[in-house]
């Protein structure tokens, strides 16, 4: 191997660079004081913000955090089948207005007047304050509220997890009454039928003339 791959030692001149320094020490220290004023301005300026996690599992199989299983089995109730589709269709769920909406009007922290709360935008008002995540894929669903009052994103976090619920059970009560007023229409026009076929076999039996054996003898 020649000289030239050999690594190359490089030795740098502290006297050099301390003299560099001195030279331009006015600079620096300007640009050290300014970078310490913007800092201190942005830590005043900006609000401090909270946050607060609630976790569940789309998963009908075990125990929820914050969910039941019997909850997971009224999403799969309503169409929700195996455990990759239901994380999506439980994070789906919890952008719905029927879970937002509520927590809009709640959060105090949003002026009356302020365009999220009078008009209800849910996109904007979950881009402001959740955050939703799926951890490397698994059955978990991650939900972060975040806002300038710690006690509101617990509310919010709580209030995504309790809004669901709800959501889901009338979700899983529409379905079942669904079924059973089709049932109900099911045996009504089985009835119905039945009773028309026995109408029309009585009425064929008396144009034959085609009676039961102790009917005839008589």
Not at 1 to 12: A, G, L
Not at 121 to 150: C, M, R, W
Request: with cysteine; glycine share 6%; charged share 30%.
């Amino acid at each position: 191997m020649s000289d030239n791959n050999k690594d190359v030692e490089k030795e740098i001149d502290l006297e050099e660079v301390i003299g560099v320094l001195k030279t331009d020490k006015n600079k620096y220290l300007k640009i050290a004081a300014g970078c310490t004023i913007i800092a201190l301005v942005l830590a005043f300026i900006l609000p401090e913000k909270f946050s607060s996690t609630a976790v569940v599992r789309a998963k009908a199989t075990a125990g929820m955090s914050g969910i039941s299983s019997d909850m997971a089995a009224m999403a799969a109730l309503a169409g929700f089948g195996n455990v990759k589709s239901n994380t999506q269709s439980y994070i789906e769920i919890m952008q719905t207005r029927s879970v937002i909406e509520p927590l809009i009007e709640k959060t105090d922290t949003l002026d009356a007047d302020d365009e999220i709360k009078e008009y209800k935008l849910l996109d904007e008002y979950i881009k402001k304050y959740l955050k939703f995540d799926n951890p490397k894929g698994t059955d978990i669903i991650k939900i972060t509220a975040i806002s300038k009052d710690p006690q509101e994103a617990q509310q919010i976090a709580q209030g995504v997890v309790e809004n669901m619920a709800v959501t889901l059970t009338k979700v899983n009560q529409t379905g079942t009454s669904s079924y059973r007023k089709f049932l109900e229409d099911r045996i009504q026009i089985a009835d119905s039928e039945m009773k028309d076929a026995e109408a029309k076999l009585e009425a064929f039996k008396q144009k034959s003339g085609v009676f039961l054996p102790g009917e005839q003898a008589t």
